[in-house]
């Protein structure tokens, strides 16, 4: 969720690619992408993320 929310700070809306490798860089290490692929979708179900086309998201409002 963090990671979203600065991505979206600086425009409307975080591409699923942005997401990884902005984790990616915190972690230090590479993510398997089907680790990663769950979390965006809790966000959704939870309703912190609204998914907005392909691959992407941004913090509801």
């Known amino acids: 969720m963090e990671i979203v929310a600065g991505i979206t700070s ?3 809306s975080a591409s699923w690619t942005e997401i990884k490798n902005a984790q990616e860089l ?3 290490k590479e993510i398997d992408d089907k680790n990663l ?3 965006p979708k809790k ?3 939870y309703g912190f993320l609204e998914h907005v086309g392909r691959g992407t998201a941004f913090p509801t409002r």
Do not use: A, H, S, T
């Open 10 to 12: 600086r425009k409307n």
């Open 26 to 28: 915190r972690e230090g």
């Open 37 to 39: 692929n769950l979390l």
């Open 43 to 45: 966000l959704v179900n």
